[in-house]
T-cell receptor, first 116, second 110 residues
Framework: EDKVVQSPLSLVVHEGDTVTLNCSYE??????LLWYKQEKKAPTFLFML????IEKKSGRLSSILDKKELSSILNITATQTGDSAIYLC????????????????FGKGTKLSVIP | NAGVTQTPKFRVLKTGQSMTLLCAQD?????MYWYRQDPGMGLRLIHY???????AKGEVPDGYNVSRLKKQNFLLGLESAAPSQTSVYFC?????????FGSGTRLTVV
């Protein structure tokens, strides 16, 4: 059974702090790993990572995948109150039905709270 | 540029009632998915579809049925709602490797 585990489950930091969120995965036919930010509604896409090991960056956020350790980290520097959200990671696998179908296995998420 | 649209946004059902959740996407994506999200459980796949007329079971399919009669629409049905189906339901569509989610339907079964 595929499994994605995120840690910590919740985190409270002060504005300006740097945080690292962790995601480990055990996914058969692994294709990639996705990071999402979820505020009150739908998850919004942050990064897609593959086994190439290339770091992805977007502003104060960055992420990288370690294919040997089967894990990924999401870093947020100089945190702001607007970073408060649940951060989800998901392992993407080749689906059983259809050559192009992809299934996601989500972790339970890390709830980040940034206080002024 | 609507993306993925879910209707309704909120609904309260009585145990035993039936309802259909509609998901519509305007991105011409082949693949569509229904997830449920419960506190402390993350997102779990209910059913998915790889194209018009095809559907497949996900991780938690029991108590749900789906249909994909048109490429742009993916319907999720509850024939006889149970309190255990109280959840937030998300639809998503994708091209390989990247998903776009709808804004969710909050369903309460009393």
């Amino acid at each position: 059974e595929d499994k994605v585990v995120q840690s910590p489950l919740s985190l409270v930091v002060h504005e300006g702090d740097t945080v690292t969120l962790n995601c480990s995965y055990e996914v058969t036919n692994f294709r990639s790993l996705l990071w999402y930010k979820q505020e009150k509604k739908a998850p919004t896409f942050l990064f897609m990572l593959t086994s190439s090991g290339i770091e992805k960056k977007s502003g104060r956020l960055s992420s990288i995948l370690d294919k040997k350790e089967l894990s990924s980290i999401l870093n947020i520097t100089a945190t702001q109150t607007g970073d408060s959200a649940i951060y989800l990671c998901a392992g993407v696998k080749q689906g059983k039905v259809g050559a192009g179908s992809y299934q996601l296995t989500f972790g339970k998420g890390t709830k980040l709270s940034v206080i002024p | 540029n609507a993306g993925v649209t879910q209707t309704p946004k909120f609904r309260v059902l009585k145990t035993g009632q039936s309802m259909t959740l509609l998901c519509a996407q305007d991105m011409n994506h082949e693949y569509m998915y229904w997830y449920r999200q419960d506190p402390g459980m993350g997102l779990r796949l209910i059913h998915y579809s790889v194209g018009e007329g095809t559907t497949a079971k996900g991780e938690v399919p029991d108590g749900y049925n789906v249909s994909r009669l048109k490429k742009q629409n993916f319907l999720l049905g509850l024939e006889s709602a149970a309190p255990s189906q109280t959840s937030v339901y998300f639809c998503a569509s994708s091209y390989p490797g990247r998903y776009t989610f709808g804004s969710g339907t909050r369903l309460t079964v009393v």
